[in-house]
């Protein structure tokens, strides 16, 4: 058994939360709001630290006078608390916004879009490339939102949707088996960092 | 109440239960199940094994502690057998923890001298701004982490010498638990400059990898904890995944015999009443 | 002049842009009516809401755990239509929100909503309230929520991860109807098992502009329609080829 403070607090946390599985309980309640404090708090120190390593550094230290314009826009942010110029802070908003658009249209358009329809262009000679070609389509026909779904067009789209609740089942197997990673990773810092039951 | 209702209406405290003890039993006594290894495993472990002592890797850790059960034993097994080969790793993080992860894994190598710090291996620390970050790095790696986690000088660190771009990387390796993750690194990264990319992901996160692996952006993909366990095993070095595998086989055994008995349940109180009424 | 390997790109771009900006425009001219068919799990909203408002209890609401993402403006959208038939039925709403930047473009959008519908005293400081930036520590919070008010409702439309099973199991807990909207692809899963209804993937985008009836946001979905025909022509007409060896549509994507 660990003779570590810090890991008794570890285990004990850990069975505040698993309490919840029983019922809601003040345990577990006090566990959630020191949870979400201690997050608060560490959201805060990293916060801390970007300001000085991405802002105050580079302009006081390295005398990086472009960096001028982002801090500006970060305190823009917050004239949202002043209301006269509230509507200041939706300047640096809407560069972030446009920004991330702009950085995304590229990236999405290329790998999301170009290289998937590359990658779907298929000779229908096996099987498995039929499957994958009507399937994409199938699937496609389903997210046609213009037109009612009636007739073949109808049973196209249900095939499309049960390709997707496929998916789904496959995607549901795999959340399982993550989640019991995570128990598994719970329960061996309980067995083992903390009681020391197993080796590690 | 029929059997079949009652069969429906487990108390989900007995099924918590029954997990629980399912998990816990083949960590205590393990059972030793065999284990087979899926292609994109092998396809990742391919790829490391072309490297030779010298080349560079870079990691990047994007997870958080609350992922890190299912996603950290790959960083550990992989940085192990990149270390074991002679080769130099970088990491750097898009998410806030990741620098602690990467702390992690180097000390024990710094601390016995097997690793010299800004030579074989460097903690770049974590950069904000999530995709564009992403994409800020890839394109400039020294210019977007001029200071390691430490607050040292990065471009006259010997690890970091002639890396203009992450294409000066031999390889680059993603473990990541949500976003930003592998489809930023798709996106913003590897479709621009035609990186080699690699990916361990926890495996919530495989299906929406898998277009990527199978249109050949991401070379190979490691799934979750049985990711880190074959990987462990294909390199030789047994550790707390493959350790895990037992007690996650008999959490599937479990779990798949709820959705019998919860369906077979279904169907037959279903067929009841109808008998009732004959 | 421009790049090898992004000139097909560039005409794509191009071509989205422009089909698009067309159909917005003319959808604002008010020439073209763009017609979107009807979505299921929308009408569900109104029925939790109403169920909510018989029940006594308020209606829990969450944009996700991203921050400024298509599905974050669609699941706020969905917020802003919540926040009405909240005015309308007299029921309260608690927004959980987990993205700092997210928080005061929620707030002022539920402010608008009530004052919209006449009823400005129904915004309380604490109807929008920011948990936690670290996942597990909003997860952990909007579970607390969901089963101190003991919500009658609860949705959730936007981005989310390993915590939409804690979420909507929380809220199958205390007996809420649930809807929720994803493009999370490993959390429709679990949505479709643990909801009342699910909005799937495109469903999400084309929920906030089926609600709003805005024309520019109906007018983008109609441009969208046409490519989305146009893609799938030419992935019929690339494979089609392809069978016969000729590589031509898929070389085309190179150049």
Redesign the interface.
């Known amino acids: 058994m660990s003779t570590d403070p810090w890991i008794w607090i570890m285990g004990l946390l850990m069975l505040g939360i698993f309490s919840f599985l029983i019922k809601e309980n003040p345990f577990y309640r006090w566990v959630e709001h020191v949870y979400v404090g201690a997050a608060a708090g560490y959201g805060l120190s990293m916060g801390y630290n970007n300001i000085i390593n991405q802002a105050w550094d580079p302009l006081v230290v390295q005398g990086k006078l472009i960096y001028i314009i982002p801090i500006i826009l970060g305190i823009m942010a917050y004239a949202r608390f002043i209301k006269p110029i509230s509507w200041l802070s939706r300047w640096p908003m809407a560069i972030i916004s446009g920004a991330g658009a702009g950085n995304a249209l590229y990236g999405a358009t290329n790998s999301s879009l170009v290289a998937q329809v590359k990658a779907n262009l298929l000779p229908l000679n096996s099987f498995n490339n039929i499957f994958m070609v009507v399937g994409v389509l199938a699937v496609m026909v389903y997210f046609l939102f213009s037109r009612d779904q009636k007739g073949p067009v109808k049973h196209f789209a249900s095939g499309g949707r049960m390709l997707l609740m496929v998916t789904f089942g496959v995607s549901f197997g795999n959340v399982i088996m993550g989640r019991i990673s995570l128990l598994l990773g719970a329960l061996q810092s309980i067995f083992g960092k903390w009681l020391g039951i197993i080796s590690l | 109440m029929s059997f079949w209702d009652k069969m429906q209406k487990i108390d989900?405290?007995i099924i918590?239960a029954l997990?629980?003890i399912v998990?816990?039993f083949p960590?205590?006594r393990p059972l030793g199940l065999p284990l087979s290894y899926s292609d994109t495993t092998l396809k990742f472990f391919d790829e490391i094994e072309k490297l030779q002592p010298g080349d560079r890797v870079l990691i990047s850790l994007d997870y958080?502690p609350?992922?890190?059960?299912?996603v950290h034993p790959q960083t550990v097994a992989v940085s192990k057998h990149l270390i074991q080969k002679g080769v130099k790793i970088a990491f750097v993080s898009f998410w806030?923890a990741g620098p602690m992860f990467a702390e992690q894994i180097m000390q024990p190598y710094l601390d016995s001298g097997e690793l010299v710090y800004g030579e074989d291996v460097v903690n770049l620390g974590?950069i904000?701004g999530?995709?564009?970050a992403i994409?800020s790095f890839g394109f400039d790696c020294v210019g977007s982490a001029p200071?390691d986690l430490n607050g040292k000088d990065t471009a006259s660190m010997p690890i970091m010498q002639g890396i203009k771009d992450c294409r000066d990387f031999d390889v680059v390796i993603d473990f990541v638990?949500?976003?930003p993750g592998t489809?930023?690194w798709?996106?913003?990264v590897?479709?621009?400059l035609g990186i080699n990319l690699l990916v361990g992901s926890?495996?919530?996160?495989?299906?929406?990898s898998m277009?990527?692996v199978?249109?050949?952006?991401v070379k190979g993909l490691l799934?979750?904890?049985?990711g880190a366990a074959e990987y462990e095993l294909l390199s030789g070095s047994a550790g707390?995944a493959a350790a895990?595998m037992d007690?996650?086989s008999l959490?599937?055994l479990l779990?798949i015999g709820s959705i019998l008995v919860g369906n077979v349940a279904y169907f037959m109180s279903k067929k009841q009443p109808k008998n009732n009424k004959q | 002049m421009i790049k090898e390997g992004t000139r097909t790109l560039l005409a794509i771009v191009l071509l989205f842009a422009g089909v698009s900006y067309y159909f917005i425009t003319q959808t604002l001219k008010g020439k073209i009516k763009p017609y979107l068919r009807r979505i299921a799990g929308l009408d569900a909203i109104e029925e939790a809401v109403g169920r909510a408002t018989e029940m006594g209890r308020p209606i829990h609401f969450s944009p996700g755990m991203d921050g400024f993402c298509a599905e974050t403006f669609a699941g706020l959208s969905v917020l802003e239509y919540v926040t009405e038939l909240s005015a309308r039925y007299n029921t309260d709403l608690i927004v959980s929100i987990r993205v700092a930047t997210v928080f005061p473009v929620a707030q002022e959008m539920v402010r608008q909503a009530y004052l919209t519908a006449g009823k400005p005293d129904m915004f309380k400081e604490d109807t929008v309230r920011y948990l936690s930036g670290e996942q597990f520590a909003y997860a952990a919070g909007a579970m607390g929520i969901l089963h101190r008010y003991q919500c009658a409702g609860n949705i959730m439309m936007g981005v989310f991860y390993a915590e939409s099973m804690l979420l909507s199991e929380s809220g199958a807990q205390v007996g809420a109807m649930q809807v929720a909207g994803t493009a999370s692809l490993a959390q429709i899963a679990f949505f479709v098992a643990a909801c009342d209804y699910t909005l799937i993937g495109e469903e999400l985008y084309v929920a906030g502009a089926y609600l709003s009836q805005d024309p520019q946001r109906l007018g983008s979905i109609a441009g969208q329609e046409y490519l989305k025909m146009f893609v799938m022509a030419y992935l019929v007409l690339g494979s089609i080829l392809a069978t016969g060896g000729v590589n031509f549509l898929q070389d085309l994507l190179s150049k």
């Open positions: 989900r405290r918590y997990l629980v998990v816990a960590l205590i958080a609350s992922g890190a059960a299912d806030e974590y904000p999530a995709n564009s994409r200071k638990m949500g976003s489809a930023a798709v996106q913003q590897q479709g621009p926890v495996v919530v996160e495989v299906p929406a277009p990527f199978q249109a050949g952006q799934q979750g904890l049985r707390i895990g007690a996650q959490g599937h779990i």
